[in-house]
């Protein structure tokens, strides 16, 4: 089955800094890859999202690139604010009928210091 | 319009009962997925439905985990003879997908379930 793996566990950046989250898939059959959002005891909420026919995406501060060959997209976030410290998640999944199961990677706590 | 829903929001047993766990999905979404959350991990998927039909129960750990979903709307999760182990946030999520064929999901605030 698919193995998502993600790093760094932990990333500290000052407020304005950039930050930056790389996860890595083992099925070369996943084509879709979206990131979340967890703040403490909250729902996983989704931030942004790639298909496998897209190398790039970006919704104002946030993007987030694709290389299918290497099987690794990365997370991208600008001018970081202390309202972006959360845990963020990576996924995969294969929806080749609309069907998505997502395998998700460990996590990054994300700490912007104002 | 109204997210996903989950009830109980906190759920404390003692070992060996049973617990039934309820998701309200985002109307019009036909598919459902559960998913298990320990501290410090991300989710892990244990069953997935489409429509009425659980398609895919592979994540579910043993036989004492059923889920269902009688009208294609909302779903139980029920764990027989609980064990400490089982204890965990479960999350449930919603997915538009058919006949938009979006796959993108939408997860409820979880259930945090304590087995005592």
New interface residues.
């Given amino acids: 089955g698919e193995n998502v793996e993600?790093h760094p566990s932990t990333l500290s950046v000052q407020e304005g800094d950039s930050a930056v989250i790389k996860c890595t898939y083992s099925d070369s059959a996943s084509n879709?890859f979206?990131w979340?959002k967890q703040e403490l005891g909250?729902?996983?909420?989704?931030i942004i999202?790639i298909r496998s026919n897209v190398g790039e995406k970006k919704d104002q501060r946030i993007a987030v690139t694709l290389n299918k060959t290497a099987k690794h997209f990365s997370l991208h976030i600008t001018e970081t604010q202390p309202e972006d410290s959360a845990v963020y998640?990576c996924?995969a999944?294969y929806?080749g009928t609309?069907?998505?199961?997502?395998?998700?990677?460990?996590?990054t706590i994300l700490t912007v210091h104002p | 319009g109204a997210g996903?829903s989950q009830t109980p929001s906190n759920k404390v047993t003692e070992k060996g009962k049973y617990v039934e766990l309820r998701c309200d999905p985002i109307s019009g979404h036909t598919?459902l997925?559960w998913?298990r959350q320990s501290l410090?991990?991300?989710?892990?998927?244990l069953i997935?439905f489409?429509g009425t039909g659980a398609?895919?129960d592979s994540?579910l750990p043993n036989d004492r985990f059923f889920a269902v979903r009688p009208e294609g709307s909302v779903s139980t999760l029920k764990i027989q003879r609980t064990e400490r182990g089982d204890s965990a946030v479960y999350?449930c999520a919603s997915?538009p997908?058919?006949p938009?064929?979006?796959?993108?999901?939408?997860?409820?605030?979880?259930t945090r379930l304590t087995v005592t």
């Fill in positions: 993600q879709y979206p979340y909250k729902r996983p909420q989704l999202d998640f996924a999944s929806g609309s069907y998505g199961k997502l395998t998700f990677g460990q996590g | 996903v598919a997925y998913y410090g991990q991300g989710p892990e998927f997935y489409q398609a895919d994540g999350l997915s997908s058919w938009s064929g979006r796959n993108e999901q939408y997860f409820g605030p979880g």
